[in-house]
């Protein structure tokens, strides 16, 4: 009988660990109080158990992927995979920063939680802490999330539900492995990404460096143009555009390519995605998205919004952390930066030229 793998789990809060209190739900459970509520799990694995927050994941912030991202990092090499608690309502967030923050990882990483708390009897906790552990025990590296008997890479999981358990899809890729009556079954291609990825990495790396200085912005018809000027004295250096279908904007009546560029012109980095989960965005298609490449606007094409999101504070970042302070200089870091996979964020391949 082959030895039992021995796996860390870092606790950080969320539903799975919550129970009622005369406010709602709140984290209130601590690491070695949920895993004896699924005590079978360590008849096959070997545990170590560790919290290292107590947080709703609507908190959960830059300071907190930090202390995650080190945890994980400190261990490394001492466990064959690592599971992360967390909860739902960000869970997407932070598994696609922790997928930039931790490079060319060693083991998996693997990140899960639930919709109803550990203690409440028909709890989904049990199943995904199942499906979390076999993929944390399957040696494949990487950052993954775990959730309704399916395994997503770090950036392509996105929350869709509210209350169903199949509250995660894997967006514009495969899940990377479900579960089925034989086991976790992995798909071939996805695998190729991930073992792609290494190959084009050196030995594991941890960047923490991350800078919250890029603006979500979902465009809708009456938007307002005039709220641009207003993003770099609040600091502001880069934009993340939900524009419309395939990559539209307006640019009759209140003229958004207009602020657009004389942003860019400053050195303002604008990301173009598409409101549309599925599919990608081309700016190429369309005369209003040609005009936003002549700017010199950035795509990322199918990428998700917790995935680009993230990436642009990754980037600018590690950006502040090189010293890049001239805007155009950092501008043209930050285009680099979505010219690559890092970490099978996005499908290059499918890109036009």
Not at 36 to 64: C, F, G
Not at 180 to 204: A, C, H, K
Request: proline residues 4%; aromatic residues 8%.
């Amino acid at each position: 009988m082959s030895a039992k793998k021995h796996i860390l789990i870092l606790a950080t809060g969320g539903t799975i660990a919550s129970k009622q209190t005369g406010a709602g739900l709140a984290p209130s459970y601590s690491i070695d109080q949920i895993i004896p509520k699924a005590s079978l799990l360590r008849t096959y694995y070997d545990l170590t158990m560790q919290d290292i927050l107590s947080l709703d994941s609507s908190n959960i912030q830059i300071p907190e992927w930090q202390t995650i991202a080190r945890a994980i990092y400190a261990s490394r090499n001492d466990y064959d995979g690592i599971v992360v608690t967390h909860g739902t309502d960000t869970m997407a967030y932070t598994s696609s920063a922790l997928s930039y923050m931790l490079t060319n990882l060693n083991l998996p990483v693997v990140l899960t939680g639930s919709q109803f708390p550990v203690d409440e009897p028909l709890s989904d906790a049990h199943d995904n802490l199942q499906t979390a552990l076999a993929m944390a025990a399957s040696g494949v590296p990487g950052v993954f999330l775990a959730f309704n008997r399916q395994v997503m890479l770090g950036t392509r999981a996105v929350k869709v539900r509210t209350l169903d358990f199949q509250a995660f899809e894997s967006v514009n890729c495969p899940p990377i492995a479900k579960v089925n009556s034989s086991g976790l079954q992995f798909d071939e291609q996805v695998l190729q990404t991930i073992r792609y990825l290494r190959q084009q990495g050196g030995p594991m790396q941890l960047a923490t460096e991350l800078k919250a200085a890029a603006f979500l912005l979902k465009l809708t018809p009456a938007f307002n143009a005039a709220l641009l000027d207003y993003l770099p004295a609040l600091g502001y250096q880069a934009i993340l555009l939900e524009a419309f279908g395939i990559g539209g904007i307006n640019f009759l009546h209140k003229d958004l390519l207009q602020g657009l560029g004389k942003l860019i012109d400053a050195g303002f980095a604008v990301v173009v995605t598409s409101q549309c989960l599925y599919e990608q965005s081309s700016l190429r298609v369309y005369e209003v998205g040609r005009k936003l490449l002549d700017l010199g606007a950035i795509e990322a094409f199918d990428m998700s919004t917790e995935a680009a999101i993230t990436k642009l504070y990754f980037a600018l970042g590690q950006a502040e952390k090189k010293q890049i302070t001239d805007p155009l200089r950092r501008l043209a870091f930050v285009k680099d930066y979505f010219s690559r996979n890092l970490a099978g964020e996005i499908n290059l391949s499918k890109q036009p030229r």
